[in-house]
């Protein structure tokens, strides 16, 4: 199997220094709404023209358009095993894979892909995609074909990667995160990418009260930053009922710590006080 990775970025789709005509069958004229000799008249001149184009071999390269699929739902929803089972088919299928994931997830490994369940890939650990191509190497960056990006959550620059591979040079993205965090807020720029998607497919979990399927993604601690990387210990998949129930409960919960903290306080500024 054949492993590899990529960089730089823009928002808008790559322009061709001079425009090409690409002719197939199908896009030539009707015959029946033509006349005969018109017909035959375009039809040769369309050969013509596509002989020209085919025969010049110092104009461009025109690469061909890439794709993008993205893999979303909350933890532990199998999110990253169907992220590895794409790339390891498509490798294994002999074409150049590559897999990308945040610097920051160091959970399983520092080098590799690992999902839940322990199955590993080796990969790309970046603080960004966009020092990808750089770091991968210009030429082997051109033979790769398809790239996998897992923790998409966490990048950034994941659009603009993701409009420059595709769109420009021709890569095929799959890419697995998040869509929301623990508060189901947009997290990161994954929602983002939607828009640029051919495909989205959204996954479920299974509720770990009730076993219900689960969409969302319940945070056990009481620690309110966004970004904090975690397996079953922090965070645990919920329905939306215990979703709803257990914000509720570590609101709850929160409240009485805080305020337990607070008289704690009080009661030893007292104490000094007195003393």
């Known amino acids: 199997m054949k492993t590899i990775i990529s960089t730089s970025c823009s928002r808008f789709p790559c322009q061709p220094s001079k425009p090409s005509i690409f002719f197939k069958p199908s896009s030539l004229p009707n015959p029946g709404f033509l006349s005969l000799s018109r017909s035959m008249t375009s039809f040769k001149s369309s050969l013509s023209l596509a002989s020209s184009v085919d025969n010049d071999q110092t104009g461009p390269i025109h690469r061909p358009s890439g794709e993008i699929h993205v893999i979303v739902g909350p933890m ?71 790239i996998g990006i897992d923790e998409a959550q966490f990048f950034d620059d994941l659009y603009d990667f993701c409009c420059k591979a595709a769109d420009c040079d021709g890569k095929t993205l799959i890419v697995a995160g998040l869509d929301g965090d623990y508060l189901r807020r947009s997290f990161g720029s994954v929602l983002d990418i939607i828009p640029l998607a051919d495909s989205i497919t959204k996954l479920t979990a299974r ?69």
């Open 76 to 146: 532990f929803s199998g999110k990253t095993t169907a992220l590895l089972r794409r790339i390891k088919s498509e490798g294994n299928s002999g074409r150049n894979v590559a897999m990308i994931k945040s610097s920051k997830d160091t959970r399983y490994a520092i080098d590799s892909v690992v999902t839940h369940d322990g199955a590993k890939f080796p990969c790309w650990a970046l603080s960004n995609l966009l020092s990808f191509k750089q770091k991968f190497g210009a030429e082997a960056y051109d033979k790769l074909d398809m």
């Open 207 to 275: 509720c770990e009260l009730c076993s219900k399927r689960a969409f969302f993604t319940l945070r056990k601690t009481d620690e309110t930053k966004t970004e904090l990387i975690g397996g079953a210990d922090v965070y645990m998949p919920v329905c939306r009922q215990h979703y709803v129930n257990g914000q509720a409960a570590m609101e709850a919960a929160r409240t009485v710590l805080e305020s337990h903290s607070k008289v704690q306080t009080d009661s030893c500024l007292e104490e000094v006080a007195v003393v």
